[in-house]
């Protein structure tokens, strides 16, 4: 079974600050970890995943994300944020194989807000 | 290349009714997997279809059904609609791991 639990519903920062969106993992099998950005009455744009190798990966529109196994840890950052960044972000989860390959588990997911 | 396409965008139903909700994959992906999302939630997993077979299923009733047709295209449908049912339902195709997302069906059941 897998789960994900992203730490903070809403996270309000200014713009050209630090954004850092935590997501924190259970898996019983090695995950595949992703991170979704959604935008109002849209559906889900990949923003990055980690598979194999490289434990720190980069994405789009200047957004990377860690994933550390001993944490069992997969948060978001971006060093400067822009307005255009407000939007609903998901961590999810999947198994790198067994019977519960690709399906995806989701956290609740976390609203930032940029401010001016 | 097209994404993932969903038709309709919205609908609106009412109770004890049915409803077919369409998808057509990314091209080159084989592998199609819908999702459920209520108000303010995460999207939760419904069944995932690949070489026309349901391959996996999440914890929902068998009210909800799908099909995949030899071109990968899928249909979700749900029959006797109850008030909960009302959300965005989400397609994502697939070929390997990485799953893209179509834009949903919003579906508002009254």
């Known amino acids: 079974a897998q789960s994900v639990t992203q730490l903070g519903s809403h996270v309000s920062v200014s713009e050209g600050a630090l954004v850092l969106l935590r997501c924190n993992y259970s898996?019983?099998?090695?995950?595949?970890l992703f991170w979704y950005v959604q935008y109002p009455n849209q559906g889900l744009q990949l923003l990055l995943k980690?598979?194999?190798?490289?434990?720190l990966v980069k994405g789009i529109n200047g957004f990377e994300a860690e994933f550390k196994k001993s944490e069992t840890s997969f948060h978001l950052t971006k060093p400067s944020a822009h307005m255009s960044d407000a939007a609903e972000y998901f961590c999810?989860?999947?198994?790198?194989?067994?019977?519960?390959?690709?399906?995806?588990?989701f956290g609740q997911g976390t609203i930032l807000t940029v401010h001016p | 290349d097209a994404g993932v396409t969903q038709s309709p965008t919205h609908l609106i139903k009412t109770r004890g009714q049915q409803v077919t909700l369409r998808c057509s994959p990314k091209?080159?992906?084989?592998?199609v997997s819908w999702y459920q999302q209520a108000l303010g939630q995460g999207p939760q997993f419904i069944f995932q279809y690949y070489e026309e077979e349901e391959r996996q299923r999440g914890n929902f009733p068998d009210r909800f059904s799908g099909h995949q047709f030899p071109n990968y295209s899928s249909e979700l449908n749900v029959n006797a609609l109850l008030l909960g049912d009302s959300a965005l339902y989400l397609c994502?195709?697939?070929?390997?791991?990485?799953?893209?997302f179509g834009p949903g069906t919003r579906l508002l059941v009254l």
């Open positions: 999810a989860v999947s198994a790198a194989g067994g019977t519960s390959y690709g399906k995806l588990t």
């Open positions: 898996s019983s099998v090695p995950p595949y």
């Open positions: 994502a195709s697939s070929s390997q791991e990485t799953q893209y």
């Open positions: 091209s080159g992906h084989d592998t």
């Open positions: 980690y598979t194999t190798g490289a434990t």
